[in-house]
């Protein structure tokens, strides 16, 4: 085969995989998985809801179907095909210990498709996870893996390309030489300061308070004077950019500075996919909720555990002692070292008629480090330790079928359990029963509900309002292009629309002639495609039967008779 071709054979080069250190990071190693020029839509480290990015997302000039390619020889580790998440993804293992992952793909090279799609009738399921034996799908640097794509949660097309350590961890591929064209700084477009205890104040105020910004003409930032006592600290909402494209992406380094001495320094090299939620801990989360703004917090408080702190010197924290002045300068820099600073004087001020802010008491005092339990009604809530960032008074009230489960102002890091009795219910409308968030239209929008011990059950890591919902109505199929009696030779697809508007679809499965046909699913446009290139209809006359089921169990059969030449 060519060398934009997929290599199928065996090689030994893994025996040294385990031994070998990532002291050193390469350079040269890893090229450009794309034969176009990088543009980014998403950098490395970037903040994203509930985690960082782990990757870059490079545009692919808004269309799929771009050649991607390996960017170094290696093993193919991993294949996952999933509605959500990645979509159609490959990993390639490297005989330097890293892996590259290639996702929201369209499809894969000719012989890995024969491949998976082997799979995927073996086991008839469409979403699947595959972890070939090493040296079965072996790849030189310039072979051809996939095509470029929006499969999974993309937003629009694009490829996702990630570099990880031998621990798995993801790296930022611009240490390895990556090279995209950069000449713009970073964005800086809010500044706040924080108190951050009982005694602390801001401009006479218990609130995190907004600064002015004022350009000066080097293009640096200055704020007002700030007048302060106690414990305080600032965060800021930033971006960066890179040549090419406005999309909104993430830095690589934060550093401050109080009278000069280094205090904090944040650098986006790399992370693990366990601390990556704890970006809801970094930032202002209540801000994020209320605004959709990320303000990205200069100080490390408790239940903080990320290590893309380098260098903090007592938690970010400034102690503002009254009649001293202060200077405090935040530098942001992206990778190539475009960079923005901000100037904020500060003074300490020791007013008396300060007053602080009042605090929310009710009968639920939840301790991060502690399980805590509730119950009341038919509701049962369970919240284990390590869940809540900080100890805190709970909102919780109950009425009939609905709860108020505190506010989605306050992120939770694991998983709560609600429970709902249903003791008193019997019959077909228990089974269609299931317990979700309310939405802005006060719609129950459906979570994972199982039924455990007579109860409905769920998990969730959101705080906010639930309620019990009904679900009696089944999913709709809607044919796109076939119809009773039909001749379809001339058409590539088999095509379907599904729909659920309450629960959810779950699953679906389609049959020609009684033989499992597969099918794809995208959420996104709520479509059902078959790929009649697969060769498994190949008769003239056929029986197509595709059922559809949602979450509750409520399910739709289509059937129909087409006919195609042989």
């Known amino acids: 085969m060519g060398k934009r071709g997929i290599r199928i054979y065996l090689l030994c080069f893994f025996t040294t995989v385990l031994g070998y250190g990532q002291v050193d990071i390469p350079k040269d190693y890893f090229k450009n998985p794309l034969d176009i020029p990088l543009v980014m839509a998403g950098t490395f480290g970037e903040l ?33 095909i999933s509605h959500y998440g990645y979509g159609k993804a490959i990993y390639v293992q490297h005989p330097n210990g890293y892996t590259t992952v290639y996702a929201h793909l369209k499809k894969f090279s000719p012989e890995i498709e024969a491949y998976i799609k082997a799979k995927q009738y073996k086991k008839e399921k469409y979403e699947i996870e595959i972890f070939p034996t090493s040296g079965t799908l072996n790849v030189a640097q310039g072979d051809l893996l996939a095509y470029s794509g929006n499969t999974g949660s993309s937003g629009g097309p694009h490829l996702h390309y990630e570099i990880r350590d031998v621990n798995a961890r993801p790296m930022n591929p611009f240490l390895f030489g990556i090279d995209v064209n950069d000449h713009k700084p970073p964005v800086i477009s809010k500044v706040f300061a924080y108190p951050l205890d009982e005694n602390s104040f801001i401009n006479n105020a218990q609130k995190p308070v907004e600064l002015r910004l004022t350009r000066q003409k080097d293009s640096s930032f200055i704020t007002g004077k700030v007048k302060a006592q106690g414990r305080i600290g600032f965060g800021i909402s930033t971006i960066d950019q890179q040549d090419g494209a406005n999309n909104k992406n993430g830095i690589y380094q934060i550093r401050t500075t109080v009278n000069g001495e280094e205090n904090f ?5 790399k992370f693990s996919f366990a601390e990556t939620r704890y970006l809801n801990r970094m930032i202002d989360y209540s801000r994020f909720i209320k605004k959709k703004n990320r303000v990205q917090k200069l100080f490390v408080e408790k239940n903080n555990p990320l290590s893309i702190y380098k260098n903090v010197i007592d938690q970010g924290d400034l102690t503002i002692i009254d009649s001293l002045s202060y200077q405090y300068d935040i530098e942001i820099k992206d990778y190539v070292g475009n ?19 009042e605090k929310i008491v009710t009968d639920h005092f939840a301790y991060s480090n502690q399980n805590y339990s509730f119950s009341e009604g038919k509701f049962d809530i369970y919240i284990p330790k390590g869940a809540l960032y900080d100890d805190i008074f709970l909102d919780i009230n109950v009425s009939s079928d609905t709860i108020i489960f505190h506010n989605e102002e306050t992120p939770l890091h694991k998983n709560a359990t609600i429970q709902y009795d249903l003791s008193g219910y019997t019959g077909e409308d228990r089974e269609k029963l299931y317990l979700g968030i309310l939405n802005y239209k006060n719609e129950v929008y459906y979570t994972n509900t199982r039924i455990k011990d007579n109860k409905l059950t769920v998990s969730t890591r959101k705080f906010g309002t639930y309620s019990l919902g009904l679900d009696k109505t089944p999913p709709v199929i809607t044919p796109k292009n076939v119809a009773e009696g039909r001749w379809m030779s001339k058409y590539r697809y088999l095509k379907f629309k599904i729909e659920d508007d309450k629960s959810g679809i ?3 499965r389609a049959t020609v002639n009684g033989k499992f046909i597969l099918m794809e699913y995208d959420y996104k446009t709520k479509t059902l495609v078959h790929d009649f290139n697969d060769n498994v209809v190949t008769d003239t006359e056929n ?24």
């Open 48 to 80: 994203r809801s509930n985690h960082f990015h782990s990757g870059l997302d490079i545009k692919t000039q808004r269309k799929e179907g771009l050649n991607v390619y390996a960017s170094a020889s290696g093993t193919i580790s991993r294949i996952k």
């Open 265 to 269: 320094l944040l650098i986006m090299d």
């Open 339 to 357: 960079d923005t600073h901000i100037s904020i004087p500060i003074v300490g001020v020791l007013d008396s008629l300060a007053k602080p802010s």
């Open 506 to 508: 779950k699953s679906f």
């Open 543 to 566: 029986n197509l039967k595709l059922i559809v089921t949602d979450n509750v169990g409520n399910s739709t059969t289509f059937e129909t008779t087409f006919f195609r030449k042989k």
